[in-house]
């Protein structure tokens, strides 16, 4: 991804409505390790303070920016509120 493709911000109920590619966004081990530990720390403060954080992803038409609070993850997914799922592979960062 070229870092000066403009960032589309975006509400959570959009998401549903992308369409999201199988390939991972992510190429180096060290970045996908952080995604990781990011989604982790962004969950425990989803569920323990509600908190949300920032969550750049990519679908198909580019690079996302949602403000949200991560209840749940999976091998292959980030859970949302209202059941709303991004695939692990499209996020970039979380913050």
Do not use: Y
Request: aromatic share 4%; glycine share 4%.
């Amino acid at each position: 991804m070229k870092m000066n493709d403009q960032i589309q911000v975006i509400e959570k109920e959009q998401i549903k409505f992308l369409h999201f590619p199988h390939q991972e966004v992510l190429m180096n081990k060290k970045e996908k390790h952080t995604r990781c530990l990011d989604l982790k720390r962004a969950m425990s403060l989803g569920n323990l303070e509600h908190a949300k954080v920032k969550i750049i992803f990519a679908d198909d038409k580019g690079p996302k920016k949602v403000e949200t609070t991560v209840w749940g993850i999976t091998e292959k997914s980030v859970i949302l509120k209202q059941s709303t799922i991004i695939p692990l592979k499209r996020i970039i960062s979380v913050n």
